[in-house]
């Protein structure tokens, strides 16, 4: 539509110019109009133009086009897009754990080809709305993966076991539960 309005302006210009030539005033005025209705079409269409623009709200890796050139377009995701250099892992959290979990904690992450490797990361998002798991409430969540120490090629889709660190404590005594006693309100004896 752009082309067809230029063309326009140039057909309403050309039209002018000839009447100038050898026209009388009404019929001037009348190709002036005329020119600078085509001139507004044409800036109009350039508008619409620049408004049909995409632009990624982030640099990354175009992984799948839903819609074709001319295709009448809804609110769905026509493309999908990845950022390769900074890859998350999603999964899912049953609802009963959800009071051990919180962004920021650290993951430790094994996927199904790498099963001798293991990759650090952090929790980053949980979504505020429960999901049905094979019939079991959950949540889904997102984490980081640290590739720093561990280079290594991934692929959208993999499968993958994440182990979420709820807490954690260093150089302490391990002992059976069933070797503790409580005294009172939190103090404990090992018997």
């Keep these: 539509s752009l082309q067809t309005a230029w063309l326009q302006v140039a057909n309403a210009q050309a039209s002018l110019e000839a009447l100038l030539k050898g026209a009388d005033e009404a019929e001037v005025a009348a190709a002036q109009v005329a020119v600078e209705q085509a001139r507004l079409s044409y800036e109009q ?21 839903n819609a074709q050139v001319g295709d009448q ?25 959800l009071g051990s979990i919180a ?41 980081s993966i640290d590739l720093s ?12 076991e994440v182990e979420v660190i709820a807490a954690e404590a260093r150089n302490v005594l391990l002992v059976p539960l069933e070797a503790l006693r409580e005294l009172g309100e939190g103090r404990y004896a090992v018997f």
């Design 45 to 65: 269409a350039q508008m619409e133009l620049e408004k049909a623009g995409l632009v990624a709200p982030f640099d990354g890796t175009v992984m799948a086009v």
């Design 149 to 160: 120490q561990r280079p290594a090629v991934l692929l959208s889709g993999m499968a993958v």
């Design 103 to 143: 962004v920021g904690n650290p993951v430790h992450i094994v996927f199904e080809a790498l099963p001798d490797l293991t990759f650090e990361g952090r929790l980053l998002r949980i979504d505020p709305a429960l999901v049905t798991v094979d019939g079991t409430p959950a949540v889904q969540c997102w984490a």
């Design 73 to 97: 377009v809804g609110t769905g995701a026509i493309l999908t897009l990845a950022d390769l250099d900074a890859p998350l892992v999603r999964f899912w959290v049953e609802e009963a754990d």
